[in-house]
């Protein structure tokens, strides 16, 4: 790991601050990263015009207790990988060859997103219970970096 890696991971800490995730210990962010510079961010959160958790005061996957890993279609969020990914194509900015720097390991939702995306390079903070998304990313040839200081 270099310098450059760890200021860009701890930009996505900052970036997972501004999470509207009911759950504090599932505040995620992922910025995307070509040549030094920063091309995009992302945090887990409603979709825009959807009032998030917070805003409605409960957490739909504690209410219907669904564990972690699982049933990512029943959840208000985007994840912060998928909000950086959809803000590059609304920005029309190309990812081909980009590094990801994202608090947690990618689920295999997003993962398959990264891999169409033509990201090149995953760097997490912490692990996440999603083994098919390892699977994938090394299949795919993607560049999977757990960070370590």
């Known amino acids: 790991m270099d310098k450059w890696d760890k200021r860009f991971v701890e930009l996505s800490k900052v970036v997972g ?17 070509k040549n030094k510079r920063v091309l995009t961010t992302g945090y887990n959160g ?5 009032k998030s958790c917070v805003e409605k005061g409960e957490c739909l996957r504690r209410k219907l ?3 972690s890993g699982t049933r990512h279609e029943l959840c208000f969020a985007v994840h912060a ?6 803000q590059a194509a609304k920005l029309g900015v190309s990812l081909e060859g980009a590094t990801l720097y994202c608090t ?4 295999t939702i997003c993962c398959r997103m990264i891999i169409n995306s033509g990201i090149t390079r995953v760097v997490y903070v912490e692990g996440y219970p999603d083994d098919f998304s390892v699977q994938l990313f090394k299949e795919a040839g993607i560049e999977l970096v757990k960070y370590e200081e």
């Open 104 to 107: 947690h390991q990618p689920c």
């Open 17 to 33: 601050g501004w999470s509207s995730c009911f759950q504090e210990n599932r505040h995620v962010g992922a910025i995307i990263v």
């Open 81 to 86: 990988e998928q909000n950086a990914i959809c």
């Open 46 to 50: 409603a979709p825009s015009g959807v």
């Open 65 to 67: 207790n669904i564990p």
